[in-house]
């Protein structure tokens, strides 16, 4: 019996965990002709590995680091942990290889940043979605 508790309450645990998973989008200023990235680009971007846009213009990339899409944005697109992902920016930092994102502590200060600075990137919850910025469609 106590097998079974402890079976239905990790189940029930597992479900409640996915429905707290909040969506997020990446977004760019609405002066921005890209539309869409691929998740590999999404990646690279963020780890500044791909710096420049399509028309060779400079990216401007924000993190999010207070929302609550910042470890599942971390997970899924940039395939580090928001430990690996910091310690990753604080070696490139220590050895000049690159200067980290800028951090922001809401969604509504990173749409705020987004909109203001053309060529930047970033992502907020998906409720917080609005028309000062333009979502990105991540291939």
């Known amino acids: 019996m106590k097998y079974i508790t402890a079976i239905l309450i990790l189940t029930l645990l597992s479900i409640g965990g996915v429905a707290l998973a909040a969506e997020y989008v990446l977004i760019t200023d609405n002066t921005n002709p890209v539309s869409e990235l691929t998740a590999k680009e999404v990646k ?7 710096t420049v846009w399509s028309d060779g213009s400079h990216i401007t990339v924000f993190t999010n ?4 899409v ?7 697109m ?7 992902y910091t310690t990753y920016w604080k070696k490139s930092l220590f050895t000049g290889t690159g200067l980290p ?9 990173i749409k705020g940043a987004v909109s203001a600075k053309p060529g930047s990137i970033g992502y907020i919850s998906l409720s ?3 028309s000062s910025v333009k979502q990105l469609r991540i291939d």
């Open 44 to 50: 690279n971007i963020y780890l500044g590995k791909k």
């Open 65 to 68: 680091t207070e929302s609550n």
């Open 70 to 76: 910042n470890p599942l944005f971390m997970q899924e």
């Open 78 to 84: 940039v395939r580090k942990t928001t430990q690996q």
């Open 101 to 109: 994102p800028r951090d922001f502590a809401s969604d509504d200060e």
């Open 128 to 130: 917080a979605l609005d």
